[in-house]
C-alpha cells in the first residue's frame, strides 16, 4: 500500500480506507460478508470528482457558457480519463478481486479501473477532507489531461441536438445483457421522438448508453 500511496501522492490516517476502496464486489461476494465493496465510495467520489472539476471550471473560465462547461466536465470526468489516472497509478496491481473476476481479466477491466480511482479519491476526501482530494484531482485529472483526451460527451452533444427542434425527446433503454455476471455486456438502444435512432454496447450501462448516443449523433449529424 505504501507504493500506492505514493504514487497518488498521499498518506492514509486510515489505511483501511484505502484498502476498502480496492476493494470490488467480486472480492467483497467472496468473502462471505468480512468485507464490503467499494461501491459506496465509488459513489462518493463520483460527487466529489464531479463538484471540484465544476467549481475549477466555473472560477477559471468565467466566459464559458453552460453547455460548454458541461460538456468539458464531462470530458474531464469519463470513464478514459480515469482509466488513465488509473494506469498512472498502476490501480490494477492493487484491487482486490473475486477469483471469477480475476480469471477474466477484470484488473485491466476500464470500468472497474474508472470506478476504484472514483473510490479511492472518495477513500482520500473521507480520510483527509475535500482539500486533499483536491490535491489529486488537480494533479492528476484537470492539470494532467492532455488536450486531446476532452473529447465528446455524446450523450450531452445528442441532447443538445435534439433540443434544436422544440418538444424533442430522448430515451434511452436497456434491449439485452449478455456474458457471466464478472463479465457483463449491456446492450442500450437510444430513441428520438420514440424511434429508435441508435444502439451501443458497453461493460457498463453508463458505456452503453455513450455508444449508443455516439451512433445517434452521427446518424442524424448526416442525415
Known sequence: ???????????????????????????ANESK????????L???GDSVLGMVVADHLYRTCPDMPEGDLTRTRAALVREESLVEVARQWG????????????LCGGRHRPSIQADAVEAVLAAVYLDGGIGSARKIIHRFIIEGSKPQQVTQDYKTALQELVQQTPGSTVSYRLVGESGPDHCRVFLTEVSVNGTVVGSGEGHSKKAAEQMAAKAAFEKLIET
Do not use: P, V
Open 1 to 27: 500500500m505504501k507504493t500506492l500511496e505514493e504514487k497518488i501522492g498521499y498518506s492514509f490516517q486510515d489505511i483501511s480506507l484505502l484498502e476498502h476502496a480496492l476493494t470490488h464486489s467480486s472480492f
Open 42 to 44: 465509488e459513489f462518493l
Open 91 to 102: 490501480l490494477g496491481d492493487f484491487l482486490r478481486l473475486g477469483k471469477g473476476e480475476e
Open 33 to 40: 460478508g468480512r468485507c464490503t465493496s467499494n461501491e459506496r
